[in-house]
């Protein structure tokens, strides 16, 4: 289902490379994802190796386990077909799409993943875990670095689209999910982190939540996830804070705050929104 950036052919495998029919290749990396990303410029895109790291970390802790069984089951619940085709836009490491695949699997689904992310560094982490499902001549996950503003997929291919704290990019989703295809994003509430950013803002604000309405799209509904998880240590509190936004946003005075603290309680505040596209 992937496409040639250049030319939007679709690609197919040769050897240890990904081939259109007017021969533009791209080649497969040793860890199983390919590089579609049609601007090299700037090095390195998207999130870096310190914050990737620190997400995992954060992650395998489980404190946001509870939205990401919550997104697995809507996606089961809306897509009822025996074989489907999930499209992570803007993947990270797979951490929601890997927990996609097993319930589909144990609910007895084929299905096959895309994961599509502008960070070669989330890849590699991304094919951790799917250890040998990226490889082969029919493999069940596809990784490709590509930006989701022009996701190399083809059109009316994908019945599952999701997006966590990733771009909204409506006109891409729409053309690459089939009709009535099921696009469900995740947003964070007004109360998202609002101990941390306590803790190291002197104004803190809550999170403002837009319109829910999408062009091209019919909204199927917004479910709430809320609740709290305990980090005990300096080192998880960090963690947290390296795989927000707020990293990058705040300066090294009010950075500082956070070696003052051992332990911080903080509310998790989510919105899962579905939608049908139209």
Not at 268 to 274: H, K, N, R, T
Request: proline share 4%; charged share 25%.
């Amino acid at each position: 289902m992937l496409i040639c950036p250049i030319c939007q052919s679709v690609l197919t495998r040769s050897g240890s490379s990904l081939v259109c029919e007017k021969r533009h290749s791209y080649d497969i990396s040793k860890y199983g994802y390919v590089n579609l990303l049609m601007s090299q410029k700037g090095g390195n895109h998207g999130d870096n190796r310190e914050m990737l790291l620190s997400r995992r970390s954060f992650l395998n802790s489980g404190a946001y386990s509870p939205m990401r069984d919550a997104l697995a089951t809507k996606v089961l619940e809306l897509c009822k077909k025996s074989d489907i085709s999930v499209l992570d836009s803007g993947c990270g490491e797979c951490y929601y799409t890997s927990k996609i695949k097993e319930l589909c699997k144990s609910s007895g689904k084929r299905v096959r993943v895309f994961g599509i992310d502008i960070s070669k560094e989330a890849l590699r982490l991304a094919a951790q875990r799917f250890p040998g499902e990226c490889k082969g001549d029919d493999p069940s996950v596809t990784l490709a670095v590509a930006s989701s503003y022009s996701l190399p997929i083809k059109e009316s291919s994908i019945d599952v689209l999701i997006s966590v704290f990733a771009p909204l990019c409506p006109d891409q989703f729409a053309r690459v999910l089939k009709r009535e295809g099921i696009f469900i994003t995740v947003i964070p509430g007004k109360k998202h982190l609002w101990e941390l950013k306590s803790a190291i803002y002197d104004d803190p604000y809550e999170n403002e939540i837009m319109p829910y309405g999408i062009e091209g799209f019919e909204f199927l509904g917004a479910e709430h996830i809320s609740g709290s998880f305990f980090m005990g240590s300096q080192k998880e509190i960090y963690d947290l804070f390296t795989m927000t936004p707020y990293f990058c946003r705040t300066g090294e005075k009010d950075r500082a705050k956070l070696s003052a603290l051992s332990s911080l309680d903080c509310t998790f505040e989510f919105e899962i929104l579905s939608y049908k596209k139209v």
